[in-house]
């Protein structure tokens, strides 16, 4: 799924939580075996079970093998600043690197990669980056300065085709000015204070002399062999072979800055059929793959497969057209929501693999805090609907007593929108709310289709839609296209307030992420009642990992790129 896909409909990241707590089984036989608890939801109960594993030794041999990672689909592309795609990402963690990684959607643990160190002025205008020495592209060119001005200047640049983020590069229409003072120090200058400007800006560097030299305009970027065949990174691996529609295979790069890496290569197979990615698993034939809730049960208790969850900063829930007369008032929107039972559409869609949203932030942003649930309950659905000025007909069907903007004796009919023909939220959704008297007809729109129709559009093509997407942590700009985006029809929900607008306005002007949040939260609270967006849940992602590789070492966090935070430090036991 596209990732800009996500930020217009709402990815991806989060906080990590292990299901297992082990350390996975090796071949030495030294060391003593373990008797270890896990955890896991099996069509949504949780469910206990033993295994013993064998700790690894600690003399044992780790460098040399190769990892391999099934994937669903083909990359579509290489290039850092325009991917779009979160096959791509995977691949792009292990061979191109940003200059902070982690702060996302974590603002006080900001890791510093290719920028090693900063500051900013009092006015929180100016930041001053010194950037990593000793840094090689991997065809051995110096990374330096030159390639920060020229990856910002790219990013900025018009004509660049679907530019990842790059309106994370403005204030409003101003760009950051991003001025090289040596080598190694870049300052960048804002308009206005960016507090955040470090975690906003966390796209992957690209290699200057590599377009300059082949006079490659941003323009031109998209279809160019960098993009296509393979890129040029600074990451632990680089480019080995690619065939198109089988496998992406990366080797390891023996001048990384921050040590040579386990592995001698990385495989991303792609794979399509979940069902045929948990087989392969289960074979031995890859070491890692992402599975669906419903693969657990064929997964649980098998010796050789460790299975690790991944709680991600994702809201999925539903769009609501607040410009409809039927779903104007907040108090419909609000009894949409009590006749809804999250924790039921949880276990029949992810299978317990999700959490029910208490907030439209998720709990891995700081500007988070938990706000009253709207717990299923029917009857205050009921009891809303009746003040709003809705009765029940004798069919079943809510009609217009007396609702504003609506004919006196029009039936409760909307629309359910969703790109997937066999989505399992719009049938439930259509079921509950039919509970309570609203009417709901379910139909297929492929989210391009859907985009196009509404988004920038006044009025906007839609009663109620399907959506799932990523709030990008600290970032105002991503929360914006749903809830104060400057005005309606920027917004790709049917919702502008201009008190929210203001509230979000404040928040990107504050020098500190904790002032910054002060107002998110107040903001937070006005959305939270008006209820343009009917947070459902926030959903996991479920790995599978063989037992043969390691990533204890390499830290799996669900942050910008993926799921490694030091993809250098996998190994495989061979």
Known sequence: MSRKMFFTMIILLGMLVSVAGCTPTTAASDATPQTIIETVIVEGTPQVIEKVVTPTPVAIDKSGGVFTWAIPEEPPSFNPILSDNWTELYVLQFDSEPLTWGGENYPTTLNPILAETWETSQDGLVWTVHLRQGVKWHDGTEFTSEDVVFWASALQDPELPAAWFGYRFFTGEDPYLFEAIDD?????????????????????????????????????????????????GTGPFKFGEYTRGEAVTLVRNDDYWRGKPL???????????????????????????????????????????????????????????????????????????????????????????????????????????????????????????????????????????????????????????????????????????????????????????????????????????????????????????????????????????????????QARIQKTQAEADVYYKQAAEIIWDEMPVIALYWPQQIWGASNRLHVEDAEMNASLLGVFTYPEKLWVEK
């Open 263 to 505: 592995l001698d290569k990385v495989v991303f197979r792609v794979i399509p059929e979940a069902e045929s990615r948990m087989i392969a698993l289960l074979n031995g034939e890859v070491d890692w793959t992402q599975l669906d809730p419903q693969n657990v049960p064929q997964v649980v208790g098998n010796p050789n497969v460790t299975l690790h969850i991944l709680n991600m900063d994702r809201l999925s829930g539903l769009d609501v057209n607040t410009h409809k007369p039927m779903l104007a008032d907040k108090r419909t929107r609000q009894a949409m929501s009590y006749a809804l039972d999250r924790q039921a559409i949880i276990n029949t869609v992810m299978l317990g693999y999700a959490t029910v949203a208490d907030s439209p932030f998720n709990p891995v942003v700081s500007a988070y805090e938990p706000l009253p649930k709207y717990d299923y309950n029917p009857d205050k659905a009921l009891s809303l609907l009746a003040e709003v000025g809705w009765e029940m007909g004798a069919d079943g069907v809510m009609v217009a007593k007396n609702v504003e903007g609506v004919d006196a004796g029009t039936r409760f009919h909307i629309e359910i929108m969703s790109s997937n023909p066999n989505d399992q939220i719009a049938t439930m959704v259509q079921s509950y709310l039919g509970k309570i008297g609203i009417e709901v007809e379910q139909k297929v729109v492929d989210f391009a289709t859907y985009t196009e129709e509404n988004l920038g559009k006044d009025p906007k093509n839609y009663d109620i839609g399907v959506r799932g997407g990523a709030f990008f942590g600290s970032d105002a700009g991503t929360y914006g296209t749903f809830f104060a985006a400057g005005d309606y029809q920027s917004t790709r929900g049917g919702y502008y307030n201009p008190d929210v607008q203001a509230l979000f306005d």
């Open 184 to 232: 190694y120090t870049v300052q960048i200058t804002t308009k206005e204070p960016v507090p955040n400007l470090l975690n906003l800006i966390c796209v992957p560097l690209i290699p200057a002399h590599y377009f300059i030299e082949n006079n490659i305009t941003p323009k031109d970027m998209a279809t160019e062999p960098f993009n296509t065949q393979g890129n040029i």
